[in-house]
């Protein structure tokens, strides 16, 4: 699943955790787990707070999963 989540990051559109989880069949917590677990590896980076939902006007949207169920705006985006 980590190469799939990779694979559909470089996809060049934003994702949301939702859409993921339909998308690979599996559920949101999965997704979360392995979106953390490619944090630890260095694959992804956590944007944090700075994410304001703006998709369309974001430099990073081509590379993005937001997870609009979090109380704070979080997002991952590739890691470098």
């Not at 979360?32 to 630890?40: F, M, T």
């Amino acid at each position: 699943m980590l190469k799939q989540i990779l694979a559909r990051l470089d996809e060049g559109r934003p994702w949301t955790v939702e859409t993921l989880a339909e998308e690979l069949d599996t559920t949101t917590e999965m997704v979360l787990v392995v979106l953390e677990d490619l944090v630890r590896r260095g694959y992804l980076r956590t944007v944090g707070s700075s994410c304001g939902g703006g998709c369309a006007a974001c430099s990073m949207s081509g590379s993005c999963v937001k997870d609009p169920s979090s109380p704070i705006s979080r997002a991952w985006v590739r890691g470098t």
